[in-house]
């Protein structure tokens, strides 16, 4: 049980990667806080694990309102009298042309993906260093914010941002025995790929540049969140670990 007596608050816990890294940690010994703005999923992968005999607790709350951001954080803190690991996984992205972007979609992209991603973090920060027990953050980068393309513009600077945030967190969050890391996916197999595939009518050939030639799975980037967030990563901090079939490094690849 790699984490075993450790609390986890997990954003976008509902389903995809989010849900499947709740699993993973479940799994390995971890009480868990699913966060979500989806009330149906959530209460739905509440009780998948609950039967699972899982210790798992689910709050709703809108990652672009730090309002309710502050009263989760609150919320979560109190599930298990203290937190261990944050995962900040939620986020959103859409499908679109740089030149047709809508400000009011820059604005929810960026809200979400990497606004709502600082302000969970510092306030769980604060409480970690009051705890004064140290702790593990795992952020949701991408491939996408390590090298550009098209139609993601706001998506990709969202996620250039969540790189930066988290090499940022980790220099100042070290002397508090606080380690900041990420994970940038590839291409996963999950409902949030499988809409946007469907908007652009399954024309899009994911895997043509990926050198495993497939999609990865969601257990296979839940499993970069567990090493990241368990004591096994104890001198990692400040990195983005990649998980993508080998895409980026097959950049060049016409
Ligand atoms: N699927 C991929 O191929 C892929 C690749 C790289 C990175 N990612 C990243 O992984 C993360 C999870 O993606 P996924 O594929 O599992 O997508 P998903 O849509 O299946 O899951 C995202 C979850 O985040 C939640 N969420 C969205 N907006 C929210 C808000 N305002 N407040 C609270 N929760 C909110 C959703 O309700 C959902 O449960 C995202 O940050 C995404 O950018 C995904």
Redesign the pocket.
């Known amino acids: 049980m790699r984490l075993q007596g450790k609390r986890a608050l997990v ?2 816990g ?5 849900k499947g890294v709740a699993e993973r940690f479940a799994e390995e010994g971890a009480r868990v806080v699913l ?4 009330l149906e ?1 959530l209460k739905q992968a509440e009780a998948e694990l609950k039967e699972r005999g899982f210790d798992v607790a689910s709050l709703v ?4 309102d730090p309002g309710q951001i502050a009263e989760a954080a609150a919320a979560a803190w109190s599930v298990w009298g203290g937190l261990d690991i944050l995962i900040n ?5 859409y499908r679109e042309p740089f030149l047709n972007i809508p400000a009011d979609h820059w604005d929810r992209v960026i809200d ?2 990497l606004k ?1 991603m600082f302000v969970l973090s510092q306030l769980v920060s604060r409480r970690l260093v009051e705890q004064g027990t140290g702790g593990a953050i795992v952020n ?1 980068a ?2 996408n914010g390590l090298g550009g393309s098209s139609m993601l513009a706001h998506y990709n600077a969202s996620k250039g941002g969540v790189v930066l945030l988290t090499q940022s967190m980790a220099a100042e969050l070290a002397a508090h025995g606080i380690r900041v890391n990420g994970v940038a ?4 197999d ?4 499988r809409e946007l595939k469907q908007k652009e009518n399954n024309s899009l050939h994911l895997t043509a540049r990926t050198p495993m030639g497939r999609l990865g799975t969601i257990r296979e980037v839940a499993n970069a969140f567990l090493f990241l967030a368990s004591d096994e990563a104890s001198y990692v901090t400040g990195a983005t670990l990649v998980v993508d079939g080998g895409h980026l490094a097959n950049a060049s690849e016409l």
């Open positions: 954003t976008g509902a389903r995809g990667i989010g966060l979500d703005v989806r999923e709350c809108d990652l672009s996984n939620a986020g959103i992205a979400i993906n709502g949701m991408s491939k996916p590839g291409f996963i999950t409902p949030l790929d």
